[in-house]
């Protein structure tokens, strides 16, 4: 998903995610990237855990999707992820013939 700012072409946008995706499919993550990922995604997590509305808005949507262990193992889990497993996932996940592009473009409200 990527929200552009006005006058931003959305056939450039595309394009260049497009480019990313295939890049995933075809060359592997390095490491200095994976793990400034990682760093990201455990600061990410840690600060949306922050509180006791949102734990318990977490441990909610665990329960829902079936098991409320998904909390606790989550990092664990997303920590484990290797760049071959991306490049595998990418690889089956990203076909070019089965994606879907939806550009919307808000209609201006002239009634003010």
Request: glycine share 4%.
């Amino acid at each position: 998903m990527a929200l552009l700012t006005a006058g931003t072409d959305p056939d450039h946008v595309e394009k260049d995610i497009l480019d990313e995706l295939h890049r995933l499919t075809q060359q592997r993550v390095d490491e200095d990237e994976l793990s400034r990922a990682f760093a990201t995604l455990e600061a990410e997590t840690l600060y949306a855990r922050d509180g006791s509305f949102s734990m318990a808005s977490q441990l909610n949507e665990a329960i829902a999707a079936g098991d409320w262990k998904l909390l606790p193992r989550f990092l664990e889990s997303a920590m484990a992820v290797t760049a071959e497993a991306i490049l595998d996932s990418a690889g089956r996940t990203f076909v070019p013939d089965q994606k879907t592009t939806a550009v919307y473009h808000p209609i201006q409200d002239t009634s003010a």
